[in-house]
């Protein structure tokens, strides 16, 4: 059973920096790919960013220049470096590892972290 779980969220002020860390209960070079998904009260989940298992990263168009993604593979981790942050940042981030195979693609998600930014 696949264990995403993640840390470092909290509240901020508008301009600073956080960073997210999820941790895989085993190696993340069994993902595909893993990312970062987030949602705020009354909106969809959406993707912010996403790191495959070769190395290329995508972002949302919101976050891109203030968020980087990055992957450790010995320590089983991927990580969001967030600066800049808007009070528009504010949800709740979900960490994401996704699988494909022959059988199809599956989804794994962290329970999510709050992320709050006072303007």
């Known amino acids: 059973q696949v264990q995403l779980v993640e840390s470092g969220g909290g509240l901020v002020q508008a301009g600073g920096s956080l960073r997210l860390s999820c941790a895989a209960s085993?190696?993340?070079?069994?993902?595909?790919?893993m990312g970062w998904h987030r949602q705020a009260p009354g909106k969809q989940r959406e993707l912010v960013a996403v790191?495959?298992?070769?190395?290329?990263?995508q972002y949302a168009d919101s976050v891109k220049g203030r968020f980087t993604i990055s992957r450790d593979t010995a320590k089983n981790t991927v990580s969001l470096q967030m600066i800049s942050l808007k009070p528009e940042d504010s949800a709740v981030y979900y960490c994401h590892a996704a699988t494909i195979s022959w059988s199809g693609v599956r989804d794994y998600w962290g329970q999510g972290i709050q992320v709050t930014v006072s303007s």
């Open positions: 790191i495959t298992s070769s190395g290329p990263t």
């Open positions: 085993g190696s993340i070079d069994s993902f595909n790919s």
